[in-house]
């Protein structure tokens, strides 16, 4: 799912956009790829193997997704597509 929100921001966001609309476009496709539709993949698996709780409070099981992937989103594109969050990487060696 990774490579796919990877694909998606390289097709969609770079070149396309900048600062914050990007930031925001990478947040977008993390929640849609990520949050939702692999959050409801993960959570119908639940539902047969009874590993993470999803049957018990599937509502908690899918909004802490969505959470987290607008968070990790937005972590991402303002590491990309930022200057400061390009001198970082940079710093990094990435």
């Known amino acids: 799912m990774g ?6 921001i ?5 070149g396309r956009l900048t600062n914050s609309k990007a930031i925001l476009a990478c947040a977008l496709l993390s929640v849609g790829v990520l949050g ?3 959050n409801l993949l ?6 047969h193997f009874h590993y993470f ?4 409070s599937p509502y908690f099981f899918v909004a802490g997704g969505v959470i987290l992937a607008a968070v990790s989103g937005s972590i991402a594109g303002w590491l990309i ?14």
């Not at 490579?3 to 998606?8: E, M, P």
């Not at 390289?10 to 770079?14: A, D, K």
């Not at 709780?53 to 018990?56: M, N, T, Y």
């Open 3 to 8: 490579a796919t929100v990877g694909a998606l």
């Open 10 to 14: 390289q097709l969609f966001v770079v």
């Open 36 to 38: 939702i539709a692999c």
């Open 42 to 47: 993960c959570l119908n698996l639940d539902s």
């Open 53 to 56: 709780g999803g049957v018990d």
């Open 81 to 94: 597509f930022s200057t400061k969050g390009k001198r970082i990487l940079d710093n990094v060696g990435i």
